[in-house]
């Protein structure tokens, strides 16, 4: 069997998929604000423009208690984030899939979800390690929130235990556990496409193209083949 040319095949199934999806305006699930790995700076109107909406928010100094029921949300994918008190920009984010962020783990054994490691220990299974957060990388130390690498701004972990609030957003520490200049954040999102231009019923082929968070092209055949189509069909499009 010739791969190559079956490959090749795939890519142009792909693009006229891609086709007919801009000409007939096939709905699509794909996510309209869904980042992979974790997030800087990014505003709180972006995930809004973007149909998440706030499940969760109190300062870091107010306790979440040894469970997760006050910031587990219903919808389908979920952002943990921290910000300021007073600004619109949320200081550092990641967002996965619900069911799997709230899928306990062992004690410094988070597991990578979109491009993040995510952790979450009940203190009910390990009193001193009670926590849920996010880092960059797989090494963590969960005592009992994660404070490791504390010049790491890509972190953020809060404590999951009676009484206690705090901890971690970015380099900020909360040593003492009762800042009220932080707020930690929870939102939602039900995975279904918000964004005005995306409820269109004639996309543009550009926009249906560009829309797709599942197509892959890391030899741009696939590009190279829809410039063809548009050469050849793009007055039809509209």
């Known amino acids: 069997m010739d791969t190559k040319h079956l490959f090749v095949g795939k890519k142009l199934l792909t693009a006229v998929f891609v086709f007919l999806f801009s000409i007939f305006g096939i709905q699509s699930s794909y996510a309209d604000y869904y980042p992979s790995g974790i997030q800087q700076n990014v505003s ?3 995930l809004r423009n973007n149909g998440w909406t706030l499940h969760y928010e ?7 208690g040894n469970t997760t029921t006050p ?3 219903s919808g389908q ?10 600004s619109s920009t949320i ?20 597991q990578l979800l979109n491009g993040t490691y995510w952790y979450y220990t009940l203190a009910v299974n390990c009193p001193t390690c009670g926590s849920i957060g996010f880092a960059p990388t797989s090494s963590i130390t969960q005592n009992s929130a994660d404070n490791s690498n504390t010049e790491d701004p890509l972190r953020m972990s809060w404590h999951l235990q009676d009484g206690i609030g705090g901890y971690r957003l970015g380099t900020f520490l909360d040593f003492g556990n009762n800042s009220t ?5 929870v939102w939602t999102w039900n995975g279904v496409s918000t964004a005005n231009v995306r409820r269109s019923s004639n996309l543009s082929f550009a926009q249906s193209l560009y829309a797709s968070d599942t197509l892959s092209d890391e030899d741009g055949q696939l590009r190279v083949t829809v410039d063809q189509i ?3 069909y793009g007055s039809l499009i509209k």
């Open 181 to 185: 200049a932080y707020l930690k954040q």
């Open 71 to 73: 910031i587990r949300p």
């Open 91 to 110: 200081t550092v984010a990641a967002a996965a899939p619900t069911a799997q962020v709230f899928t306990e783990t062992v004690r410094n054994t988070p």
């Open 44 to 46: 709180e109107q972006t």
């Open 58 to 64: 109190q300062t870091y100094g107010t306790p979440i």
């Open 77 to 86: 994918y979920v952002i943990l984030s921290g910000k300021a008190v007073g």
């Open 230 to 232: 548009m050469n050849k």
